[in-house]
T-cell receptor
Framework: DQQVKQNSPSLSVQEGRISILNCDYTNSMFDYFLWYKKYPAEGPTFLISISSIKDKNEDGRFTVFLNKSAKHLSLHIVPSQPGDSAVYFCAASEANAGKSTFGDGTTLTVKP | GAGVSQSPSNKVTEKGKDVELRCDPISGHTALYWYRQRLGQGLEFLIYFQGNSAPDKSGLPSDRFSAERTGESVSTLTIQRTQQEDSAVYLC?????????FGPGTRLTVL
């Protein structure tokens, strides 16, 4: 049973437009959600996070939205840039559990 | 500044051999994690160390897999009697907060 799901394996967006990456989860005990970005041959790097007590967190071009009732979160990138092309992983953690559960990732391609 | 480092970066081994993968976490990070990423798949949790607490080994796929950590420093992941399905990128991460800092990974190929 996959507790964190990213149903879109890939997404292609034109430069300057908005990229929306989605993530669904099933475990209601998750209380912290994170997005990581991964370039080929590198480890993932932390991008942005949100606590379950919030519904939005913004950092520059990146905004994460959380809908707890729907157990859904999304990452918005606007405007998208070619350098944003990477694999994006959604992850979730329970308080005091330490480990994070990752989705399978979405490959974002931003076309110039 | 020093990030998480892993060695070797690539390892090719023959089926049945044992391999040891090393992770050097960021200094001061009390938590250390090992993940596995098979080709085209997501990150699969293997094991988690937090300070002096007993490690969370719930993700280890079989008893051929084991890991150790010395205090809050280096960790080694050992795979005994490797199988072809063990071929993957093995990622190590460390943290002292909610988010994790990942190393570049070790690409293991079992022939």
């Amino acid at each position: 049973d996959q507790q964190v799901k990213q149903n879109s394996p890939s997404l292609s967006v034109q430069e300057g437009r908005i990229s929306i990456l989605n993530c669904d989860y099933t475990n209601s005990m998750f209380d912290y959600f994170l997005w990581y970005k991964k370039y080929p041959a590198e480890g993932p790097t932390f991008l942005i996070s949100i606590s379950s007590i919030k519904d939005k967190n913004e950092d520059g071009r990146f905004t994460v939205f959380l809908n707890k009732s729907a157990k859904h979160l999304s990452l918005h990138i606007v405007p998208s840039q070619p350098g944003d092309s990477a694999v994006y992983f959604c992850a979730a953690s329970e308080a005091n559990a330490g480990k994070s559960t990752f989705g399978d990732g979405t490959t974002l391609t931003v076309k110039p | 500044g020093a990030g998480v480092s892993q060695s070797p970066s690539n390892k090719v081994t023959e089926k049945g051999k044992d391999v040891e993968l090393r992770c050097d976490p960021i200094s001061g990070h009390t938590a250390l994690y090992w993940y596995r990423q098979r080709l085209g798949q997501g990150l699969e949790f293997l094991i988690y160390f937090q300070g002096n607490s007993a490690p969370d080994k719930s993700g280890l796929p079989s008893d051929r897999f084991s890991a150790e950590r010395t205090g809050e420093s280096v960790s080694t992941l050992t795979i005994q009697r490797t199988q072809q399905e063990d071929s993957a990128v093995y990622l190590c991460a460390s943290s002292r907060a909610w988010w994790q800092f990942f190393g570049p990974g070790t690409r293991l190929t079992v022939l």
